[in-house]
């Protein structure tokens, strides 16, 4: 199945470091959203964004739905070592309600 | 909030058992879904269902196969378990609107020996 683009696989950054990743496709998407997934747990949702350009926070996180609808980007600001775990992105195209998934970054934060 | 329950977080099964994995959700969602989560891999869909009795394949039912007959809950069996189907099994569910987001359980871990 499709699978959306997020690299590097992995990213350590220092504590207090802002860090962003972003997550590409060669189709469009109507709905992008950013899960985090902990060890030993389900990935829980983040942010969800509906409309292209759209700009959203939440807390130290912002979120943006590319112009394009082919691509998103998270930011996290001020890292703290409980931001680790692996950010996954996902997209929805309206055609049915199954998401498409990027593999996941996994964030290391070191203190 | 939402919540999507698995009913166990670890199972250690051996070669050849029938396996069965549940998940209950609470929100009325018409969506449920079942993945598999393996290192580098990513999530990959196994199964879906849209409503009561519907089911839907995803990108590797095979060796899997799932029942809905109440709303609430999604059973994924697994039929004679192998080794190459230990992973963790993650349980999501939504409402059927185009742009809703889905929700997912805490998952299980399964180690067939």
């Known amino acids: 199945g499709q699978q959306l683009n997020q690299s590097p696989q992995s990213m350590f950054i220092q504590e207090g470091e802002d860090v962003s990743m972003n997550c590409t496709s060669s189709s469009i998407f109507n709905t992008w959203l950013w899960y985090k997934q902990e060890p030993g747990e389900g990935p829980v949702l983040l942010i969800a964004?509906?409309?292209?350009?759209e700009l959203t926070s939440n807390g130290r996180l912002t979120a943006q739905f590319g112009i394009t609808r082919k691509d998103s980007f998270l930011n996290i600001s001020a890292s703290i070592p409980s931001d680790v775990g692996i950010y996954f992105c996902a997209g929805l195209t309206g055609a049915n309600s199954k998401l498409t998934f990027g593999k996941g970054i996994t964030l290391s934060v070191r203190p | 909030d939402v919540k999507v329950t698995q009913s166990s977080r670890y199972l250690v099964k051996r070669t050849g058992e029938k396996v069965f994995l549940e998940c209950v959700q609470d929100?009325?969602?018409?969506?449920m879904f079942w993945y598999r989560q393996d290192p580098g891999l990513g999530l990959r869909l196994i199964y879906f269902s849209y409503d009561v009795k519907m089911k839907e394949k995803g990108d590797i039912p095979e060796g899997y196969s799932v029942s809905r007959e109440k709303k609430e809950r999604f059973s994924l069996i697994l039929e004679s378990a192998s080794t190459n189907q230990t992973s963790m099994y993650l349980c999501?569910?939504?409402?059927?609107?185009?742009?809703?987001?889905?929700?997912f359980g805490q998952g299980t871990r399964l180690t067939v020996v």
């Open positions: 999501a569910s939504s409402f059927s609107h185009r742009y809703t987001e889905a929700f």
């Open positions: 929100m009325d969602h018409e969506n």
């Open positions: 964004l509906y409309k292209a350009g």
